[in-house]
Nanobody
Framework: QVQLVESGGGLVQAGGSLRLSCATS????????MGWFRQAPGKERELVAT???????????YYADSVKGRFTISRDNAKNTVYLQMTSLKPEDTAVYYC?????????????????WGQGTQVTVSS
């Protein structure tokens, strides 16, 4: 059984930083593409960042334009965990953040290519 558990969300002032974690069990996350998505109230879920499997030799990360230069996706293979480091946070970053696993090795920007999802963690950025 594959489980993804996010943590690290919270309330932060604009300009601040947070690091989200996604602990994976039931699969070795390094063998698969992993992504972070977010969903704000009244909006559709959107891709934030994604990373390819470790075995992939092509493009390894992708970021939405809205977070490029501010967010970084990374992995700790020993902990089977994927992180999202968020800096220079803005009120418009407020959302529930989800991590997800796609049963493929290449970078995936398509929501329905992700097979497993965490329960989400709330990030609130105050102005």
């Amino acid at each position: 059984q594959v489980q993804l558990v996010e943590s690290g969300g919270g309330l932060v002032q604009a300009g601040g930083s947070l690091r989200l974690s996604c602990a994976t069990s039931g699969r070795t996350s390094g063998n698969y593409a992993m992504g972070w998505f977010r969903q704000a109230p009244g909006k559709e879920r959107e891709l934030v960042a994604t990373t390819a499997a470790l075995s992939w030799s092509g493009p390894t990360t992708y970021y939405a334009d809205s977070v490029k230069g501010r967010f970084t996706i990374s992995r700790d293979n020993a902990k089977n965990t994927v992180y999202l480091q968020m800096t220079s946070l803005k009120p418009e970053d407020t959302a529930v953040y989800y991590c997800a696993l796609a049963s493929k090795v290449i970078v995936s920007t398509v929501l329905n290519e992700y097979d497993y999802w965490g329960q989400g963690t709330q990030v609130t950025v105050s102005s």
